[in-house]
């Protein structure tokens, strides 16, 4: 059965790093764009990042970029982020999610929850002094 697994997550000081992990099974990393994607206490759900392993495109808010990285090792069905100084803001439990990728060149919409077909379980991460 289709599953994605977040961890990584944990209680760091603003300005420094995390890196997340979702291990995914049950289908191919070739015909899904995985997502990453956080809510807040009280706030909706937000578009992360994404990638799309077949065609090498990645995806990141506004409020993220420079500081996160997406990547992922198809061999291990795994999907990473890679956060760098994090703010205060960025404290949210983070969920990743597979969607159906189609071939298209944009993924212009990589940052709706509703195209995402599978989640997880979700990782806290707080970023405190």
């Known amino acids: 059965q289709v599953q994605l697994v977040e961890s990584g997550g944990g209680l760091v000081q603003p300005g420094h790093s995390l890196r997340l992990s979702c291990v995914t099974s049950?289908?191919?990393?070739?015909?899904?764009?995985i997502g990453w994607f956080r809510q807040a206490p009280g706030k909706e759900r937000e578009g992360v990042s994404c990638?799309?392993?077949?065609?090498?495109?990645?995806y990141y808010a506004d409020s993220v970029k420079g500081r996160f990285t997406i990547s992922s090792d198809n061999a291990k069905n795994t999907v990473y982020l890679q956060m760098n100084n994090l703010k205060p803001e960025d404290t949210a439990v983070y969920y990743c999610?597979?969607?159906?990728?189609?071939?298209?060149?944009?993924?212009?919409?990589?940052?709706?929850?509703?195209?995402?077909?599978?989640w997880g379980q979700g990782t806290q991460v707080t970023a405190s002094s």
């Open positions: 990638i799309v392993s077949r065609d090498g495109n990645t």
């Open positions: 999610a597979a969607a159906p990728f189609y071939g298209l060149p944009y993924f212009s919409n990589w940052h709706e929850p509703a195209l995402y077909d599978y």
């Open positions: 049950g289908f191919s990393l070739d015909y899904y764009a």
